[in-house]
């Protein structure tokens, strides 16, 4: 089985900067794409940032500027860093494998949460 363990998660000031990391273990390839997604009470699971086994990578436009996506390939794992976080970016966040284009695998989810 594939498992993804999520870490990082926590409590900052807005401005403030926090490292998320997801490290993947099991039947898995380095050329996966992998990427987090949040989710705040009450609203839909939104895309925060993908990245490729190459280094592309998308962003929602309500974090280009201040996430980054990263990942070593070797240790299966991808990070987010966050900086100048905002109240708004308070959610859970989760790892995504995508592991074909019929299936993904899911973290267990970090919570962060911004306060003003």
């Known amino acids: 089985q594939v498992q993804l363990v999520e870490s990082g998660g926590g409590l900052v000031q807005a401005g403030g900067s926090l490292r998320l990391s997801c490290a993947a273990s099991?039947?898995?390839?380095?050329?996966?794409?992998m990427g987090w997604y949040r989710q705040a009470p009450g609203k839909q699971r939104d895309l925060v940032a993908t990245i490729t086994s190459s280094g592309g990578t998308n962003y929602a436009d309500s974090v280009k500027g201040r996430f980054t996506i990263s990942r070593n390939n070797a240790a299966n794992t991808v990070f987010l860093q966050m900086n100048s976080l905002k109240p708004e970016d308070t959610a859970v966040y989760y790892c995504k494998l995508y592991w074909s284009t019929s299936g993904a695998y899911w973290g267990q989810g970090t919570q962060v949460t911004v306060s003003s």
């Open positions: 099991g039947s898995i390839f380095p050329f996966n794409v």
